[in-house]
């Protein structure tokens, strides 16, 4: 079944960088646009970024533009979201997230499963 | 960016009961929504795609419906397993935005 598993998270000082991992099993990687979704603690979902299926594409939330990049490898089947100059606010948990339909552009499509997730908590 | 705003922010309910969460999109965004169901401690389960379309393995119970501004999840008779928080997310344009969330206690 489609399994996708988060791995990277953990404690980083203020300003500070981490990438996340996400790696991807259970379908065909390379036919689907990838998502990361945050959700600070205690609080609702935030959309971060997206990938098209062949790594064309790239959108993202404004909050972490310029310091977030999202990039996949379909020979590995794994996403990444590279995160610098990290911030108190950017505390959450990082899900990766599949598009539900392949082939899409990536706004007109639902996120279909998502991850467990990874804890990222930036303190000093 | 499109707001999207969930009413109520909480709701207490019985098992049996019949429950409807609505959801208002800032600008129309004609059928590009949908509702993720989460669990504590757990990542979001979608339900319902494109504003009324069942999500695979989803129960018949759940249901939604609008197009527009206006959209509601209904769920028809509520199951103890029911008991989560429910959030709306519209897909007509980047960035991707989600309601705040609906809390769906039992009485």
């Known amino acids: 079944q489609v399994q996708l598993v988060e791995s990277g998270g953990g404690v980083v000082q203020p300003g500070g960088s981490l990438r996340l991992s996400c790696a991807a099993s259970?379908?065909?990687?390379?036919?689907?646009?990838m998502h990361w979704v945050r959700q600070a603690p205690g609080k609702g979902l935030e959309w971060v970024a997206f990938?098209?299926?062949?790594?064309?594409?790239?959108y993202y939330a404004d909050s972490v533009k310029g310091r977030f990049t999202i990039s996949r490898d379909n020979s590995k089947n794994t996403l990444y979201l590279q995160m610098n100059s990290l911030r108190a606010e950017d505390t959450a948990v990082y899900y990766c997230?599949?598009?539900?339909?392949?082939?899409?552009?990536?706004?007109?499509?639902?996120?279909?499963?998502w991850g467990q997730g990874t804890l990222v908590t930036v303190s000093s | 960016d499109i707001q999207m705003t969930q009413s109520p922010s909480s709701v207490s309910a019985s098992v049996g009961d019949r429950v409807t969460i609505t959801c208002r999109a800032s600008?129309?965004?004609?059928?590009?929504l949908a509702w993720y169901q989460q669990k504590p401690g757990k990542a979001p389960k979608l339900l319902i795609y494109a504003a009324s379309s069942l999500q695979s393995g989803v129960p018949s119970r759940f249901s939604g419906s609008g197009s527009g501004t206006d959209f509601t999840l209904t769920i028809s008779s509520l199951q103890p397993e029911d008991f989560a928080t429910y959030y709306c997310?519209?897909?007509?344009?980047?960035?991707?935005?989600f309601g705040q969330g609906t809390k769906l206690e039992i009485k």
């Open positions: 600008q129309g965004i004609s059928s590009w």
């Open positions: 997310q519209q897909a007509n344009s980047f960035p991707h935005t």
């Open positions: 990938i098209r299926y062949d790594g064309s594409n790239k």
């Open positions: 259970g379908f065909t990687f390379s036919s689907y646009g």
């Open positions: 997230a599949k598009d539900r339909f392949p082939y899409s552009s990536g706004w007109d499509n639902w996120f279909d499963p």
